[in-house]
């Protein structure tokens, strides 16, 4: 009885083998596989795509994505890069402490909120006059837009 058990493990064993190595041997396509769809042997060349070319103070104000989204940033900054903490051409305009919590007027520069100048680790109730830690790193979190179509397809709201 036990031969008859062992022998019928093994004999499953092996099919369950073949079973696996004809699904690999099927597999997924190359061409399948990834957002181009093409083979993941060739080298795509890149689309270029093209940031808005509107000047600060002359764009309109872009949707935010969700609630509590960043804003998106809705004017060309290729002459403010790199941002870093020593140079930050973005503060220039949107610094702007005595607009929090005032009505935006159009035309008039979104103001850096003040959970950038808080630091919520150390000192959560305490605002300081300079950015905290990475709040310098504008295009972090804040995006230029493009010219560029969505990869896949999103309904998401």
């Known amino acids: 009885m ?6 019928a493990l093994i004999g499953m064993s092996l099919m369950l083998g073949l079973m696996g190595s004809t699904a690999v041997a099927a597999g ?6 990834g957002l181009s769809k093409t083979s ?12 808005k070319s509107d000047q600060a ?12 989204a960043p ?3 809705s004017h060309s900054i ?29 035309g008039t520069p979104t103001p850096i909120p003040a959970s950038h100048y808080t630091d919520l680790r150390n000192a959560p109730s305490k605002v300081t006059d300079l ?8 295009n972090q979190c804040h995006v230029p ?13």
């Open 40 to 51: 993941v042997f060739d080298v795509p060349t890149p689309i270029v795509y093209h940031y």
């Open 28 to 33: 997924i396509k190359a061409n399948d596989t």
């Open 71 to 73: 804003p998106q940033i």
């Open 78 to 106: 290729t002459d403010f890069l790199p941002i870093t903490r020593e140079s930050n051409m973005c503060v220039g305009c949107h610094d702007q402490k005595d607009q929090w919590g005032k009505k935006r007027e159009t």
């Open 57 to 68: 103070g002359s764009s309109k104000l872009l949707p935010r994505a969700y609630l509590g």
């Open 2 to 7: 036990r031969n008859h058990t062992v022998i």
């Open 145 to 157: 837009q493009t010219d560029a179509p969505a990869l896949v397809k999103n309904t998401f709201k």
């Open 131 to 138: 950015l905290v830690g990475a709040r310098n790193n504008c």
